[in-house]
């Protein structure tokens, strides 16, 4: 069993910065790929990035690339997003999850076995 808890959200400006963090219990935790996943009032939740399990490899929806980047510090058992030239429209509560099948993140969220509470993030104009 893996249990997540996500931090680091909060109110910004549109320009600013926020990190996400997400820390995980459990000894297999390294082994897991890690997505983060997003979703806004009254839309779908949707894939943001995930991180592989050894961190080698990251990937990112189209909306937050060259804005967001995904890492994971597998000795602290913590998955961060930074997320940097934030916009209004990256207002959602955002949600770090686990996959014990897989070591590359999917896109897909019910290929995921383990989700944290979420925390929101506003990004006002």
């Known amino acids: 069993q893996v249990q997540l808890v996500e931090s680091g959200g909060g109110l910004v400006q549109a320009g600013g910065s926020l990190r996400l963090s997400c820390a995980a219990s459990?000894?297999?935790?390294?082994?897991?790929?890690m997505g983060w996943f997003r979703q806004a009032p009254g839309k779908e939740r949707e894939f943001v990035a995930g991180?592989?399990?050894?961190?080698?490899?990251?990937y990112y929806t189209d909306s937050v690339k060259g804005r967001f980047t995904a890492s994971r510090d597998n000795t602290k058992n913590t998955v961060y997003l930074q997320m940097n030239r934030l916009k209004p429209e990256d207002t959602a509560d955002y949600y770090c999850?686990?996959?014990?099948?897989?070591?590359?993140?999917?896109?897909?969220?019910?290929?995921?076995?383990?989700w944290g509470q979420g925390t929101q993030v506003t990004v006002s104009s």
């Open positions: 999850a686990a996959d014990r099948d897989q070591m590359v993140p999917t896109t897909a969220s019910h290929e995921y076995d383990y």
């Open positions: 459990g000894r297999t935790f390294s082994s897991y790929a």
């Open positions: 991180v592989s399990w050894s961190g080698g490899k990251t």
